[in-house]
């Protein structure tokens, strides 16, 4: 407030009193360079201040500095008069932190899409790190170690266990698989956002993990027909498996409600889903109260 009145009336006091008009924006005793807060802190910025200028007599008012006319002055010059006026100077440090790596949480029912979006998410966004899961079962062929999973033995992975070196587990069909916490923990001091792709069991351990430190997203598709459809035509699956994931689906799509977020994956709409999945985390990322995940 005091320091407004002090740029008003600095202009209105050097209009009316022009004698005192410096061509020089700051005399060498107001020099800004050598200008540092002590030397602003002994005027006190307050009317009273400013209304026992105006009574002084000519010879004993101190030579003030003037706000150059916008319009003529060059830009450096206005913003050097400018701080001087604030009494301090501009700082070019950021005024907004960088955001916080985010950790996202994907997750739908089997056929909904989770490996489709992630794979073009992959395609179209730097800056994220998809979490590579271990796992104890076999290696399939074509698979690749670190790539598809980082295959352990059991043994390897029961120690995993034992270290709490685990974010979230779970024992599928008789293997083990989880979440290294490491690999979390790397990535995010690099600055990376992390994406996590966990069936609908392994997003509410993770909700119970992380709570609100990080987002969740459920994947749907358009229709229950729609995923059906779309599981039959991977042919991936056994007779007895189609039934047992197509049941489990059903179940699953009440969950949604234990997420932040939905995104629909219609059918020949990846791409929408994809776009909408990277407004979140744009959105996640403006965020004036951030989520901060600890892994
Ligand atoms: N938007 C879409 N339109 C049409 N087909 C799609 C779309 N998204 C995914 N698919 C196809 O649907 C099938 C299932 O997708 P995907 O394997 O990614 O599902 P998932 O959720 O990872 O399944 P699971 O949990 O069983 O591994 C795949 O054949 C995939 O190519």
Known sequence: MSRRFFATSLSRSSMLHTKFHNPIPFPNFLNPISLKSKTIQSFPLTPRFFSSISQMGDARRPPFPTIPPPDKADRSE?????????????????????????????????????????????????????????????????????K????????????????????????????????????????????????????????????????????????????????????????????????????TAREEVKHVRNFDYVVVNADGKLESAVKLLESIIDAEKAKVSQRNAVV
Do not use: C, W
């Open 78 to 146: 206005l913003l050097r008069s400018l701080e001087f006026s604030l009494g301090s100077s501009f700082s070019s440090d950021p005024l907004v932190p960088n955001p916080s790596p985010l950790v996202i949480v994907i997750s739908g029912p089997s056929g909904v899409g989770k490996d489709a979006v992630i794979k073009r998410l992959r395609e179209v966004r730097e800056g994220l790190h998809f979490v590579v899961t271990a796992t104890s079962r076999p290696m399939r062929p074509g698979e690749v170690d670190g």
């Open 148 to 247: 598809d999973y980082y295959f352990v033995s059991k043994e390897d992975f029961l120690d995993m266990i034992d270290r709490n070196e685990l974010l979230e587990y779970a024992l599928v069909y008789g293997d083990y698989k989880g979440i290294p916490k490491r690999q979390i923990r790397e990535f995010m001091a690099k600055g990376y956002d992390i994406v996590l792709r966990v069936d609908t069991q392994g997003a509410a351990t993770l909700r119970k993990v992380l709570g609100n430190s990080a987002v969740f997203v459920f994947l749907m598709a358009e229709s229950e027909v729609k995923l059906v459809e779309r599981l039959i035509d991977r042919k991936t699956e056994t007779k007895e498996s189609l039934l047992l994931r197509v049941a």
